[in-house]
């Protein structure tokens, strides 16, 4: 039999129980399956370069997801912006990790980011806008997603949001899905849309 002080204990453990699992935000992240970057060896970045790259970007895209507290627009941008990383070092520590987390519900911990947002977003300007010097498909592609990403990150740049702005007037806004959808990624031939007008 029971006892009349365990009926409240019971009553008090379950409510406690359901209190706890209500308060745990659960989101959706579609895992990305990126088998083959689209940016090749002829990128005009060094490997140690691109490793440095992805680590932040993925840092980034990690914090942003705590700082929002999961939203569905922070999850999705962090997918945008770890798919990136992932494409530049398919191999990165920091967007391998973020990307399992994020994959089984798991908020990842802050992670101690090498710049402060507005410093990355400077960063991903100054290498967007060196490899839009280059001729060659993937270099502009990529310098595309960089300074679009500038902006986005640190829209007090006005730097950056300029750049950002000619290139949308110029190609349309770039084709995340590229990047996302790794079907697409097997016909790359430029990730602007057709001009808008």
Known sequence: MMNVL???MIAIFALGSLVHAAGEKKFDWDPLDI??????????????ERDEYATNLAAYAANQILA??????SISRARRIIALALHLSPRNRQAVVTQFQ??????PAKTDADYSP???ARLL???????????????TILA???????????PHNEDAVYASELIRIDHGTPDWKILTDQKKADNIADPAPAQQQ
């Not at 994020?102 to 908020?107: A, C, D, F, Q």
Request: no cysteine; net charge neutral; aromatic share 4%.
């Open 125 to 139: 300007l100054t290498r967007g806008q060196l490899l839009l010097q280059q001729t060659e498909n993937e270099n």
């Open 144 to 154: 595309r997603y960089l300074i679009s990403l500038s902006a986005e990150i640190d």
């Open 68 to 73: 929002n507290k999961a939203t569905l627009p």
């Open 118 to 120: 507005q410093v990355l």
């Open 35 to 48: 088998k083959i970057s689209i940016f090749s060896q002829d990128l005009v970045m060094l490997n140690t």
């Open 6 to 8: 365990q009926i409240p």
């Open 102 to 107: 994020l994959g089984k519900g798991i908020l």
